[in-house]
């Protein structure tokens, strides 16, 4: 008797369900989103592949955080995954840098196709080193200027205009080349310092200004596309170094859905965004592509450090991707 109650309870504890692994995931934008479309994807790709084994706790709209603490608290292992700009990361990966030079990139199917190729993936693989496991690039889209104090046309119009950038020294110095007073600041300052006139513009893709009402706080948008903005969809390598192969397998999928759902996301707002931020009450304004010179013509200075710095024959590379 005694024998079957010992083996009735060995029997309970081997048939009870493994306990599902939670999986908070931060991001700075909202849900409906880039970020919150691809979280999302993420989500439904591995329940596909993996039933219950993980669950997922959202923190949207910078939840967890600025997006450098948020990338802490990955290599950390107190955030399990997070979607970033390249905003803060060449803090963590200076080489990934070089993907924030201004004009690299000339259109969005560029971008995809140096990410997706060798140059992108090696990229990938050095965030190991720096304490973050990279699953794959996404994309925000190509950064513009908002501002409240008039249409930018020329470079001359950037002349001291207090705009905030992302903590990305390739940003900054490009800003402070054109004459323009850059303002780096954490995304959740951004609205505020806005709203109170502590800056006068801010700059990024036509994703974050319609996901997060800039038109709200923000009267120009110059279609100016001065630089490519990738995301990146990190992993805490405490999480990562306990999957065995078949889950790292469905994690890399997931990973894959997800930046199919970003990308998508991205595709429909760059071809409807202008139309709704001109409903909003925005003044929009386009760069011819002589206009457009110009201003990579202003950055000849700041194009000899980020050669120095990142190596012209990698620069030279990605801009000769077909
Ligand atoms: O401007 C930024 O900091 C980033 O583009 C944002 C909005 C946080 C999205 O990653």
Do not use: C
């Amino acid at each position: 008797m005694k024998h079957l109650y010992a083996a009735a309870l060995i029997g309970a504890a081997v048939a009870a369900p493994a306990a599902a692994q939670e999986i908070k995931i931060g991001y700075a934008l909202a849900e409906d989103s880039h970020y919150g479309v691809a979280a999302k994807a993420f989500e439904e790709s591995l329940k596909g592949s993996l039933g219950d084994q993980f669950t997922f706790r959202h923190f949207p709209s910078s939840g967890l955080g600025g997006e450098r603490e948020v990338v802490e608290g990955i290599q950390l292992g107190t955030v399990e995954m997070t979607i970033v700009s390249t905003g803060t990361l060449s803090n963590f990966v200076p080489q990934v840098g070089v993907f924030d030079v201004p004009f690299l990139f000339t259109s969005l199917d560029h971008a995809r196709k140096v990410l997706d190729g060798e140059i992108g993936q090696d990229m990938l693989a050095k965030f190991d080193d720096a304490g973050l496991h990279a699953l794959a690039w996404g994309e925000q889209g190509f950064r513009h200027i908002t501002n409240n104090r008039g249409a930018i046309q020329t470079p001359a119009d950037t002349e001291g205009l207090k705009i905030r950038t992302m903590e990305n020294p390739v940003h900054i110095e490009a800003f402070k080349a054109l004459g323009a007073a850059p303002t780096p600041m954490a995304w959740p300052e951004v609205i505020g310092a806005l709203q109170q006139g502590a800056i006068d513009g801010q700059e990024n893709p036509l994703s974050v200004i319609v996901s997060a009402k800039l038109s709200e706080v923000q009267k120009y948008l110059t279609l100016d596309g001065h630089v490519y903005s990738p995301a990146v969809i990190l992993i805490s390598p405490a999480l990562w170094g306990q999957l065995d192969d078949d889950q790292k397998a469905a994690f890399d999928q997931a990973a894959a859905d997800a930046v199919t759902a970003m990308r998508g996301y991205v595709d429909d707002v760059e071809a409807s965004g202008v139309a709704t931020l001109k409903e909003q009450g925005m003044e929009v304004n386009e760069l011819s592509p002589e206009e457009k010179a110009a201003f990579r013509d202003a950055l000849a200075e700041p194009y000899k450090d980020y050669e120095a710095q990142f190596g012209k024959e990698l620069m030279d590379r990605i801009q000769a991707t077909e």
